[in-house]
């Protein structure tokens, strides 16, 4: 099912960026999930620009 896909590709997505920030290098990330460096960069950028954006929302939150 496609929900179960987007689903299942989300997660990945969140242990890669996970392993990322706990000093996985992008090199060993691409050879652990069987994906090309580019394909990782994209999802830790992605990821990056998620959080970032969700501070900013807090920060602008707290400001009420």
């Known amino acids: 099912d496609c929900t179960d896909t987007k689903e299942i ?5 969140k242990k890669i960026y996970y ?4 000093g996985i290098s ?4 691409a050879q652990k999930y069987f994906l090309a460096e580019k394909s ?5 950028t992605m990821k ?3 959080s970032d954006s969700q501070k900013k929302r807090k920060l602008s ?3 009420f």
């Not at 590709?9 to 997505?13: C, I, M, P, Q, V």
């Not at 392993?19 to 706990?22: A, E, L, R, S, T």
């Open 26 to 29: 992008v090199q060993q990330l």
């Open 9 to 13: 590709l989300s997660l990945r997505n």
């Open 19 to 22: 392993d990322y920030c706990d």
């Open 48 to 50: 990056q620009k998620l």
């Open 61 to 63: 939150l707290s400001n």
């Open 40 to 44: 990782i960069q994209r999802i830790i």
